[in-house]
T-cell receptor, first 116, second 115 residues
Framework: AQTVTQSQPEMSVQEAETVTLSCTYDTSESNYYLFWYKQPPSRQMILVIRQEAYKQQNATENRFSVNFQKAAKSFSLKISDSQLGDTAMYFC?????????????WGAGTKLIIKP | NAGVTQTPKFQVLKTGQSMTLQCAQDMNHEYMSWYRQDPGMGLRLIHYSVGAGITDQGEVPNGYNVSRSTTEDFPLRLLSAAPSQTSVYFC??????????????FGSGTRLTVV
């Protein structure tokens, strides 16, 4: 079965600190895409960052970066210089290939609280 | 603004009632989907469509119907509402189906309560 595990239900850090959210997944496919989505209290789901599994280079988007370890099936998200606006639920997801109809498999989420 | 528009934002239904959640996008996306989000769980796929006239079931399709008569619209119908369908529903769309995915664009969600 294809699964995504986010082992940290909730985390909190002080503003300006760096925080890392963990994500592990399980799939037998070799080609897939990984995503981190952010869901603030407004409920809007926002794409934070994406990573192609065939690329070894870790993706980076401003203060957000990932540590992708394909062999370990790990895809953690690092947020540098955290800001109050980063407070949100963060979901890890991966998208399968054609044989699985390109479905997105989601983790249960990590609630991140940035304290002033 | 371009994006995915969902209506209504909130809805309360009585058990056995039917209703339609509306979803429209103006980005000419081929792929559209409906998810439900329950506390402590990730999003679960209900139905999806890869283009006008083509729909398929996701992980949790029972109790829901969809149709895709146009590229823009993808309504979700609850046939006979049950308390187990109390959830937050998201519509999402994407350019890519089979090509390099650019991530999904989500609507703002519909909070549905069935009493």
């Amino acid at each position: 079965a294809q699964t995504v595990t986010q082992s940290q239900p909730e985390m909190s850090v002080q503003e300006a600190e760096t925080v890392t959210l963990s994500c592990t997944y399980d799939t037998s496919e070799s080609n897939y895409y990984l995503f981190w989505y952010k869901q603030p209290p407004s409920r809007q789901m926002i794409l934070v960052i994406r990573q192609e599994a065939y690329k070894q280079q870790n993706a980076t988007e401003n203060r957000f970066s990932v540590n992708f370890q394909k062999a370990a099936k790990s895809f953690s998200l690092k947020i540098s210089d955290s800001q109050l606006g980063d407070t949100a639920m963060y979901f890890c997801a991966f998208q399968l290939g054609e044989d699985s109809n390109y479905q997105l498999i989601w983790g249960a989420g990590t609630k991140l609280i940035i304290k002033p | 603004n371009a994006g995915v528009t969902q209506t209504p934002k909130f809805q309360v239904l009585k058990t056995g009632q039917s209703m339609t959640l509306q979803c429209a996008q103006d980005m000419n996306h081929e792929y559209m989907s409906w998810y439900r989000q329950d506390p402590g769980m990730g999003l679960r796929l209900i139905h999806y469509s890869v283009g006008a006239g083509i729909t398929d079931q996701g992980e949790v399709p029972n109790g829901y119907n969809v149709s895709r008569s146009t590229t823009e619209d993808f309504p979700l119908r609850l046939l006979s509402a049950a308390p187990s369908q109390t959830s937050v529903y998201f519509c999402a769309s994407s350019y890519s189906w089979g090509a390099t995915p650019h991530g999904y664009t989500f609507g703002s969600g519909t909070r549905l309560t069935v009493v």
